[in-house]
């Protein structure tokens, strides 16, 4: 069977010249005799593989020099008990809740202190961004907690609040390197590598250097930072080969032109999906316009029986993985940094075939 066009919110698809780097360099990588896997961690070939994949994400993201790199395992569900253990020397951080996976953030960090929940738009299933009104922030919270992009719900930050002197800590999972960022703008940034960066089993954290080292009594010794920090993320093994298939994604990203340039092609997706969406007459979107993703964009038709039929037939047809999360329902397209535009033009032609049919 041919590659098919894959939807899917994560893991998902990876850019096919990825994919095949990898293969080709499978069983035996550069002059080293075996594969990545095979490795040693502290061997030269792969201290040069971790090596290489912290430059080019820092000359993609254009990260400071105060910031630290870590590529850690755990996920970024891992992240939302270790972000509290390292940084709630206080014992209170401020929360939007914006979604599942804000909630599940807030509730971990609540096993360590006071989450406190300033704005949230759960009274309508999380289909906007709340309004933020700086009177309601802690000035003496530890960390101020967003979800910068909303993977199940199809929302966005398109804005970052304004705390002050509080560092504001992102879980940009859903929509690192999918735009341009300002790193400096931030005290603390996590990332599930399974949508815009690799293969699931990775997890960049990027931290500024001044936060490290208030971690709470009795963290463990590998959930605490300053120890992933100071051993360069090897600590233990780290997923070896994880890193070094995100390491050729991110050299891929740069070869693209950088996150400037994928951003053009991802602003470009998202538009000409949400343009056929806002003129048709079967499918309507569920985000408010002003706070849609460009990276996953939930729509319905209304009927629970159409949407099921959408979703056989568009998978028939080769574009895969489009059945919306179980608490939106309907559909939900992710189109991450490796969707081409073919791929969101392969949709829409769909959806439209599929609305004429189904009149
Ligand atoms: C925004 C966001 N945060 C956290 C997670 C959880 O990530 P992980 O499975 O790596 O723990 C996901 C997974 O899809 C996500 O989209």
Same mark, same amino acid.
């Given at each position: !069977?041919?590659?098919?066009?894959?939807?899917?919110?994560?893991?998902?698809?990876?850019?096919?010249?990825?994919?095949?780097?990898?293969?080709?360099?499978?069983?035996?990588?550069?002059?080293?005799?075996?594969?990545?896997?095979?490795?040693?961690?502290?061997? @030269?070939?792969?201290?040069?593989? =971790?090596?290489?994949?912290?430059?080019?994400?820092?000359?993609?993201?254009?990260?400071?020099?105060?910031?630290?790199? !870590?590529? &850690?395992?755990?996920?970024?569900?891992?992240?939302?008990?270790?972000?509290?253990?390292?940084?709630?020397?206080?014992?209170?951080?401020?929360?939007?809740?914006?979604?599942?996976?804000?909630?599940?953030?807030?509730?971990?960090?609540?096993?360590?202190?006071?989450?406190?929940?300033?704005?949230?738009?759960?009274?309508?299933?999380?289909?906007?961004?709340? @309004?933020?009104?700086?009177?309601?922030?802690?000035?003496?919270?530890?960390?101020?907690?967003?979800? !910068?992009?909303?993977?199940?719900?199809?929302?966005?930050?398109?804005?970052?609040?304004?705390?002050?002197?509080?560092? =504001?800590?992102?879980?940009?999972?859903?929509?690192? &390197? %999918?735009?341009? *960022?300002?790193?400096?703008?931030?005290?603390?940034?996590?990332?599930?590598?399974?949508?815009? =960066?690799?293969?699931?089993?990775?997890?960049?954290?990027?931290?500024?250097?001044?936060? &490290?080292?208030?971690?709470?009594?009795?963290?463990?010794?590998?959930?605490?930072?300053?120890?992933?920090? #100071?051993?360069?993320?090897?600590?233990?093994?780290?997923?070896?080969?994880?890193?070094?298939?995100?390491?050729?994604?991110?050299?891929?990203?740069?070869?693209?032109?950088?996150?400037?340039?994928?951003? @053009?092609?991802?602003?470009?997706?998202?538009?000409?999906?949400?343009?056929?969406?806002?003129?048709?007459? &079967?499918?309507?979107?569920?985000?408010?316009?002003?706070?849609?993703?460009?990276?996953?964009?939930?729509?319905?038709?209304?009927?629970? #029986?159409?949407?099921?039929?959408?979703?056989?037939?568009?998978?028939?047809?080769?574009?895969?993985?489009?059945?919306?999360?179980?608490?939106?329902?309907?559909?939900?397209? %992710?189109? *991450?940094?490796?969707?081409?535009?073919?791929?969101?033009?392969?949709?829409?032609?769909? !959806?439209?075939?599929?609305?004429?049919?189904?009149?």
């Amino acid at each position: !069977m041919d590659r098919v066009y894959n939807f899917s919110a994560g893991p998902s698809a990876l850019p096919l010249p990825v994919l095949e780097k990898a293969a080709a360099e499978l069983v035996n990588y550069g002059s080293a005799g075996m594969s990545v896997m095979e490795m040693s961690h502290r061997s @030269k070939a792969y201290l040069e593989i =971790i090596t290489e994949a912290e430059a080019s994400l820092r000359r993609l993201m254009a990260i400071p020099a105060n910031y630290k790199v !870590m590529f &850690l395992q755990g996920g970024a569900s891992m992240q939302f008990a270790q972000v509290p253990l390292n940084l709630l020397r206080k014992g209170k951080a401020d929360f939007v809740k914006t979604g599942q996976w804000a909630k599940k953030a807030i509730s971990e960090a609540k096993r360590f202190g006071a989450a406190n929940v300033v704005a949230s738009s759960e009274d309508k299933v999380f289909s906007y961004i709340p @309004k933020l009104d700086p009177a309601a922030f802690d000035p003496g919270a530890d960390y101020f907690h967003i979800t !910068m992009n909303n993977t199940i719900y199809g929302t966005r930050f398109t804005r970052l609040p304004e705390t002050g002197g509080v560092p =504001i800590v992102t879980d940009m999972s859903s929509s690192i &390197l %999918s735009e341009v *960022y300002d790193v400096s703008k931030f005290g603390l940034i996590y990332a599930g590598a399974q949508k815009n =960066i690799g293969p699931a089993g990775v997890c960049v954290v990027i931290i500024r250097e001044d936060l &490290l080292g208030f971690n709470l009594p009795g963290t463990p010794t590998m959930l605490n930072y300053v120890t992933q920090v #100071e051993n360069g993320s090897m600590y233990n093994t780290p997923p070896t080969y994880g890193i070094y298939v995100a390491g050729l994604t991110f050299k891929w990203l740069e070869a693209f032109g950088g996150v400037a340039e994928i951003q @053009k092609q991802n602003e470009a997706k998202a538009a000409a999906i949400y343009a056929y969406l806002d003129e048709s007459s &079967l499918f309507r979107g569920t985000v408010v316009p002003e706070d849609r993703s460009l990276m996953n964009i939930p729509f319905v038709t209304g009927s629970d #029986e159409l949407d099921a039929k959408f979703v056989k037939e568009a998978s028939a047809a080769g574009l895969v993985n489009l059945k919306g999360h179980r608490s939106v329902g309907g559909m939900r397209a %992710s189109v *991450y940094n490796a969707m081409p535009m073919e791929g969101a033009k392969a949709l829409i032609d769909f !959806m439209k075939k599929f609305e004429t049919d189904n009149k």
